[in-house]
Every structure is written in C-alpha cells, then in structure tokens.
C-alpha cells in the first residue's frame, strides 16, 4: 500500500483529512528525495530539484492547512522527514526507486484531483490542480532514466520556474540554500498585550512593508497560547522565502518548549527539543539563552502574544524600531545552525 492510500483511507475523504495527507505526503517527500539525491550522485541535480519543488510544495499547503483547522509540530515534521530518508534507503537502488515512484505518484494525482474537485475557493483548486501537475513531473522523469532517454527534468523545472525558484536556485541542496544569501537570518520576536493586538500590528507591518520598497519580509506569523493553555501559531505573511528558514518553523521550534524549564544544548533552540531529535531534518534554529526561553514562557503565559518576524541582517533593525512604533516590545534572535551539524 502506497503513503496515500494507507493515509488517505486511515483518516476518510474530508477535505481536510485530504489536505493533511497532502501536507504530510510532501514533507515525507523532502526527506525521500533528499536522501536519494545523497544515495545517487549520478542524478543528484535533478533529484535535488525535486526535493526544492517539494519543500516548496510543503509551504504552499501550509497556508490551507491552517485555515482548515490543522497543525503540525515541528517534532512531527521531523518525524516524516526521517521517515522519508529511511524510505530511501530501504528502497537502494534508484530502479527500485523509480519504479516505486510510477505507484506513489499515480496514487498522489488522485488525491489532488479530490483536493482540487472538491474545493469551496479558487486559491484551493488552484493549489489541487498545481499539485496534480507536478506529481506526472516527478513520475516522466524517473521513466525517461528507467527508459534510458533522459528528458532531463524539463518539467519539474518548469513547475520550479513557474514558481519564482530559477534552475540554477532549485538544484542547491536545502542545507547549503538556508546558508546562502550572505547575511545571516533574524528572528525578531515582539510581545503585545494580547492576540488581538498582534494581529493587528501583523497587519500593519505588512502594509509597511508594501509600501517600503526596499524592505521585502519573507514570513510573519503570531505565537500565542489558546483556551487551553496550548501553545499555538498562526502565519500571516508570504510563503517561506526560497532560501533561509520558514517562519512556520522558526515560531513551532518556540512552540514545542516544554512548559517546564529547559536548558539550551548549545544555545540553539532547534537541538534542544524533541530529545535533540531535531536537526536531522531542520537545519537551524533561532539562537536563545535559558533566559530568553523563560522570558518567553512568562509573556505567554501572562496572556499576551507574540509576533515574529524573519528579517536578514540588514533588515532586522528597521523592522524592531517599527515594532516598537507599533506597541511591541521586539528582541532579535540570530538563526543559527543547530548542535546537530555543528559537531
């Protein structure tokens, strides 16, 4: 039984247990495809490609994911990418592979063409309809390798291209893209009295930021505790930037902070959640100290919320005197690598 079938019939045909499959199903293929390109070096680039239009493809569900009710810890995201990884080097040889593929992507079009019959919006269909057209680019190009006529990854280029990511940015690997761009990544962290008000300064920002032309913000999301006293995140900014780390993960890494006290591995939040489980798959975290942790933990649970920002080195302090104008208490943390790569 393929991903899809075995998830899809596991949580029905609702809209949202199929845009939680999809979400899933792509994150999955981040890690399958990353290890493969690793496995494979003969078809690194292209392989490489595929794992950008997935990551890509993991943002681009996000938003609807969210909006249909549904979240995803960053443990969990780790989880299936090392399951993806692990997928990979169970399969061995890129035959196996690519004949696995012919069946997984066969079964994925299905899925998106529920997704996008059964969507209540355009921007729905439009994602149904954009995820069935990249699944047949994933599946021609392992049977022109399997047929010995390369037709060299035109079409997942093509989709990369259609979306803003050039040839030349798509066969990077993640890790080394997160690390180009020649300013280091800030995550500035600002507190408002409540959810309300942080929301409402997000908006403002974002207006500030359409309206400057030389400060373009890749992500803004809020971080506030529900009725429950759960922790949660919402985003209200553009998709990931192509390079550098999601706002979605930068703001769940402070989300999966035990209530209880931590000690930082290494000063990087990243290493230190999920039993240092975390860094397989993401790279980076925002860099804190037990003070900034605790800090935190107080604000949320006095009630107020939190607005992050993802800003680069030259941006970073523009955005926290504008955070500051708007009522927020900012304080900018650098993005770093975690303790998992740094040894």
Not at 227 to 247: C, D, F, N, P
Request: aromatic residues 8%; proline residues 2%; hydrophobic residues 45%.
């Amino acid at each position: 039984m393929s991903f899809v079938e075995k998830h899809e019939f596991a949580g029905g045909r609702t809209e949202q247990a199929m845009l939680k499959v999809a979400w899933d199903f792509e994150i999955f293929g981040v890690g399958m495809f990353e290890a493969l390109a690793e496995m494979h070096p003969q078809h690194a680039k292209v392989l490489t490609a595929i794992a950008t239009m997935e990551w890509f493809n993991v943002h681009y569900c996000e938003e609807f994911a969210h909006d249909a009710g549904l979240g995803l810890s960053v443990e969990q995201v780790e989880k299936l990418g090392r399951e993806g990884a692990e997928f990979s080097r169970l399969l061995g040889s890129f035959e196996n592979a690519a004949r696995v593929m012919m069946v997984e992507t066969a079964e994925a079009v299905l899925l998106y063409k529920l997704i996008s019959k059964g969507a209540r919006t355009p921007e729905l269909k439009a994602l149904g309809e954009d995820l069935q057209a990249h699944e047949p680019a994933i599946r021609d190009w392992f049977k022109s390798e399997l047929d010995g006529k390369s037709n060299g990854g035109e079409q997942i280029f093509a989709y990369l291209e259609r979306h803003g990511i050039t040839r030349e940015e798509a066969v990077i690997p993640r890790k080394r893209r997160e690390d180009m761009g020649g300013d280091k990544q800030q995550l500035v962290l600002a507190f408002f009295a409540n959810e309300a008000a942080a929301d409402q300064a997000a908006e403002a920002l974002k207006k500030w930021d359409k309206a400057t032309e030389y400060m373009k913000l890749d992500a803004i999301g809020v971080l506030a505790k529900d009725q429950e006293g759960k922790v949660k995140q919402h985003k209200l900014g553009t998709r990931a930037g192509k390079k550098g780390m999601g706002i979605g993960i930068a703001l769940g890494l402070i989300a999966a902070i035990p209530t209880s006290g931590l000690s930082l591995a290494g000063g990087t939040l990243a290493g230190a959640v999920g039993g240092g489980l975390i860094g397989q798959f993401f790279h980076k975290g925002p860099k804190m100290s037990d003070e900034d942790v605790a800090r935190i933990g107080r604000e949320l649970d006095a009630g107020r919320a939190a607005l992050g920002v993802l800003t680069w080195d030259f941006e970073t302090e523009a955005v926290a005197q504008k955070l500051r104008e708007l009522g927020g208490t900012p304080q900018a943390h650098e993005v770093a690598k975690v303790a998992a790569e740094a040894h």
